[in-house]
Antibody, heavy 117, light 106 residues
Framework: EVQLVESGGVLVQPGGSLRLSCAVSGFTFSSYDMHWVRQAPGKGLEWVSYISTSGSIIYYADSVRGRFTISRDNAKNSLYLQLNSLSAEDTAIYFC??????????WGQGTLVTVSS | SYELTQPPSVSVSPGQTASITCSGDKLGDRYAYWYQQKPGQSPVLVIYQDNKRPSGIPERISGSNSGNTATLTISGTQPMDEADYYCQTWDSSTVVFGGGTKLTVL
């Protein structure tokens, strides 16, 4: 069974930092591209970042470029997102998702990041 | 930047056909994808590459994409289909989502 489990979401002050993790199981992690997608409370889906199987190709949304860093550890079956210089606009549920045929075919349950003083 | 436009809401009676549109400049020249999200749950991929269904998605859910519009069609709509639906495509090195459509089954 494919599983993706996010963790690391917390309440953080504006300007702060944190790292999100996504632990996967049930498939060969190193064979799949991965995404981070977020959803602000009551709002729609917003794509955040993409990483290729080896980590050699990385893309970011304009809204997070320069502040967020995606990475992966294929030996640990884990995906990461480092979030820096956070603002209230970054408050959202952050989902990790498996990339397949240019879509996201499996999603985790999400982890909530709240940016507030 | 590339934009995808969806109607905020669509209503349908049980057993009828629901159509949800997604508009973007020459969208038909690229693949469209669709996700279903029920309250408090994670999104589920229901259509990929315009009209393909992942395993487990019922045949009454279908997709098409031509010109500037992709369409998600749900035939014989059931109460369980009530959800938010999002279209998605790629623009160069960016993933783009539509704003989402709330499907209400009255």
């Amino acid at each position: 069974e494919v599983q993706l489990v996010e963790s690391g979401g917390v309440l953080v002050q504006p300007g702060g930092s944190l790292r999100l993790s996504c632990a996967v199981s049930g498939f060969t992690f190193s064979s799949y591209d991965m995404h981070w997608v977020r959803q602000a409370p009551g709002k729609g889906l917003e794509w955040v970042s993409y990483i290729s199987t080896s980590g050699s190709i990385i893309y970011y949304a304009d809204s997070v470029r320069g502040r967020f860093t995606i990475s992966r550890d294929n030996a640990k079956n884990s995906l990461y997102l480092q979030l820096n210089s956070l603002s209230a606009e970054d408050t959202a549920i952050y989902f990790c998702a498996r990339g397949q045929a240019r879509s996201a075919d499996y999603w985790g349950q999400g982890t909530l990041v709240t940016v507030s003083s | 930047s590339y934009e995808l436009t969806q109607p905020p809401s669509v209503s349908v009676s049980p057993g009828q056909t629901a159509s949800i549109t997604c508009s973007g400049d020459k969208l038909g020249d690229r693949y469209a994808y669709w996700y279903q999200q029920k309250p408090g749950q994670s999104p589920v991929l229901v259509i990929y590459q315009d009209n393909k269904r992942p395993s487990g998605i019922p045949e009454r859910i279908s997709g098409s994409n031509s010109g500037n519009t992709a369409t998600l069609t749900i035939s014989g709509t059931q109460p369980m289909d009530e959800a938010d639906y999002y279209c998605q495509t790629w623009d160069s090195s960016t993933v783009v989502f539509g704003g989402g459509t709330k499907l209400t089954v009255l």
